[in-house]
């Protein structure tokens, strides 16, 4: 059982942290660097997203930039180069197969369902939910 103050502490690690991820997810974020920032330890960091997040830093630092990308993607003066570029991933390759994971299609093909939504195909629902 843990003590009041460490839950605590760890419930203020990872919102911190996911403050940082929220507002720098398009950096190159690594977990020993945030926890130097946060004046904290890569353990500590590592127990905190555990048992309050649910989840690793990398799983959701990844989550977080799909999602964003998902939004991006509705833009679409922006190429998939562009989309990756701004959530983090200098390697469109590395990028769509991280958005697939999560989002069930590759870029091209999510922004071709967003379109194709826009117009009132029933297709679009699945797309939206996965938003």
């Known amino acids: 059982m ?3 103050t460490t839950i605590s502490l760890r419930q203020e690690l990872f919102a911190e942290v996911v403050l940082i991820i929220e507002t720098e997810y398009g950096d190159q974020l690594a977990l020993d660097e945030i926890a130097h920032r946060v004046a904290s330890s890569r353990r500590q960091l590592q127990r ?4 309050v997040g649910n989840t690793t830093f990398r799983e959701y630092l990844t989550a977080f930039r799909m ?3 998902a939004m991006l993607l509705a ?4 190429t998939v180069r562009e989309v990756a570029a701004r959530v983090g991933y200098r390697q469109p390759a590395q990028f769509a ?5 999560r989002h069930g299609a590759v870029p091209s093909e999510y922004r071709e369902r967003l379109v194709i939504g826009a117009v009132g195909h029933p297709a679009v629902g699945a797309v939206q939910q996965a938003a």
């Open 75 to 78: 833009d679409d003066t922006l």
């Open 67 to 69: 999602d964003r990308a």
């Open 2 to 4: 843990l003590r009041e």
């Open 97 to 101: 197969k991280a958005f697939r994971r």
């Open 48 to 51: 905190a997203f555990a048992e």
